[in-house]
């Protein structure tokens, strides 16, 4: 968005102390659409055809540049109108005009680009378009000119390379006004990217090329096909990183979801299992050192967390019971999803389900490994008819903050643990006497 600002100097009033009121208004305006918006295209066909470009401008005031701009325009055939003095219009780009006793300039009106952050508004100082409406004119003219090097012109505009300078007749009609050429060459500089293509070109035609470059990738930006667009829409629909609102029809397609993973994955299967070791790209040294990472990482976690169980279930699932029924799984998910790093590790709240369980069975005098089997069975009947159906949508709906709350009960739930352990030590033990 860019603001454009209206600055009223009323001189006329001043005290004796030399206080005057200033009137500041400002308001957004809309990005051009190059893609919609036919006018946007006629603006700048008809600014390379008469332009008005001025590169490494070496002056270091505002004043100074906006002069070499309007004698540019003044001089240059294209642009010169009979009976139009150009130099004659630079009191009207400033508020102070007609008061000569007052040595301050403030832009009349201009337009900017602004990024809204959560902090305010930041502005885009490396350029600064200037309107101006000129009652004499009999058609509109637009002059760019690049500095040398950045520009301090005070507050929004410490590091300006780009000056903007659009004078339009007083009466025009509604799409041909100042204001909407400066939204059309607003829209051009709003962009980080063409701002630096600009300052590698050379000379003028090299300037006119990088315009109209700009123009095609803001025309073909939002250009898609039809049948892609109806394409990306179907994936959206169960795809649960998009932002698109869940319906009741998502979940009612039995398989669809799973019909597009093995769209989107097929393609890539092998080469999960391959990049790293073959082709031009392989590294074979990173492989392998990433493989003893994930080997140590993985191997420590298990080892915890199956003593852990093994002390729980009182050994009916110990340490190498745990690390070898983690092999077996990572094997078997690693194959199927067709993603090797993605490795299932036995977590805390795991261990915490495993020691309800066991806890469980206890009371009711049940199997335990019987029990724990169907418990893993039926799990497996509601992983698939959620594979089915699309439950995985749902994640959606799930923020930060959940897994904030389940990890903050995983840690309040070893902490009591850790608080028994502790109480039993100083319970069951005698403390040992002083010796003498």
């Not at 700048?44 to 590169?55: K, N, V, W």
């Not at 005031?61 to 001089?75: N, P, W, Y």
Request: overall charge negative; glycine content about 6%; proline content about 4%.
């Amino acid at each position: 968005m860019e603001p454009s600002k209206v600055l009223n100097f009323l001189p006329s009033d001043a005290d004796d102390s030399g206080c005057v009121l200033l009137n500041t208004s400002r308001k957004y305006v809309k990005l051009m659409n190059f893609e919609e918006e036919v006018r946007a295209h006629r603006d700048l066909d008809g600014f390379l055809a008469r332009a008005s470009i001025i590169l490494d401008e070496t002056a270091p005031a505002l004043d100074d540049v906006l002069k070499r701009m309007l004698h540019h325009m003044g001089q240059d055939s294209h642009t010169a109108e009979p009976g139009c003095h150009f130099e004659e219009f630079m009191s009207m780009l400033f508020t102070d005009a007609g008061a000569q006793e007052i040595n301050a300039h403030l832009v009349s009106e201009t337009i900017q680009g602004v990024t809204a952050t959560a902090t305010g508004v930041q502005y885009q100082q490396s350029w600064l378009c200037i309107l101006c409406n000129v009652k004499s004119l009999q058609r509109r003219h637009v002059c760019i000119s690049r500095l040398e090097r950045p520009q301090n012109w005070g507050e929004n505009c410490c590091e300006v390379r780009y000056v903007i300078l659009i004078l339009a007749p007083l009466k025009m009609k509604s799409t041909k006004t100042a204001m909407e050429l400066g939204r059309t060459f607003g829209t051009l500089f709003s962009d980080i990217s063409f701002r630096q293509k600009l300052l590698e070109t050379k000379t003028q035609e090299e300037f006119k090329e990088a315009l109209v470059f700009q123009r095609h990738q803001l025309t073909a930006a939002n250009q898609q096909p039809a049948a892609v667009e109806e394409e990306e829409e179907e994936e959206e629909e169960t795809d649960p990183h998009s932002h698109k609102p869940l319906k009741w029809k998502d979940f009612f397609r039995p398989g669809r979801g799973i019909y597009e993973d093995l769209c989107r994955r097929l393609p890539l299967y092998s080469s999960d299992f391959t990049d790293g070791v073959v082709g031009s790209n392989k590294t074979v040294l990173k492989y392998m050192t990433t493989a003893i990472f994930l080997y140590i990482a993985i191997l420590l976690p298990a080892i915890a967390f199956g003593s852990l169980n093994d002390e729980r279930t009182r050994g009916e699932i110990d340490v190498r019971k745990t690390i070898i029924g983690q092999s077996i799984g990572g094997l078997i998910y690693s194959l199927f999803a067709g993603s090797p790093l993605v490795i299932p590790l036995t977590t805390a709240p795991l261990a915490i389900f495993i020691s309800v369980i066991r806890g469980l069975c206890d009371d009711y005098d049940l199997d335990f490994p019987a029990f724990y089997a169907c418990i893993g069975l039926w799990n497996s009947l509601f992983l698939i008819l959620g594979g089915i159906f699309n439950v995985s949508l749902l994640m959606k709906l799930f923020k930060r903050s959940t897994e904030e709350v389940i990890a903050l009960f995983i840690s309040i739930a070893f902490v009591v643990d850790a608080l028994k352990g502790t109480i039993k030590n100083h319970t069951e033990y005698i403390p040992c006497t002083p010796f003498r």
